[in-house]
């Protein structure tokens, strides 16, 4: 009897909170709708710049299906970093990092409704193979390119989720 007297109380506690789904209604929904009308603009960046703009295009729609009400504006800076020294100066550690600056522009206006940040790092050991040493620098890369675009559209979804208000 206690056990459902608390579950009855945990209910009622957390059905008030105020969280409702991002994504409810689907690909018909509000959230759904307003991410199919964002287009990803041309990325700066060499191979960075390409790798996020094609994330974001996978997860936002087509950039080439007709006109969109909203234009997405990245500007991407790929760092790479090496540390952890050794007394021979060879380096045996290095961290990529991909920052992204975006802007949501409204077409119709040209006013930027959202202007934000994302970014995420990942260590790289260096090892004795150049060619595995690169290869671990181009895995990093892409991988990261996926996670900031999920950090990006997460941003525009929380924007759409409050009707447009940041």
Known sequence: MKRLALLLAAATLTAGCGLRPVYSGGSTGPTATFLSSVAVQPIDGGRVGWLLRAALADRLGDPAQGDRRYRLEVEVDDDLTSFGIRGDTAVTRERRTIRARYRLVDNAT?????????????????????????????????RLAQVVADQIVARLGLYAGRGGRR
């Open 110 to 142: 040209g006013q930027v409704v959202l202007d934000a940040t994302a970014g995420s790092d990942a260590g790289i050991d260096v090892v004795s193979s150049d060619v595995a040493t690169l290869a671990a620098e181009q895995t990093a890369a892409e």
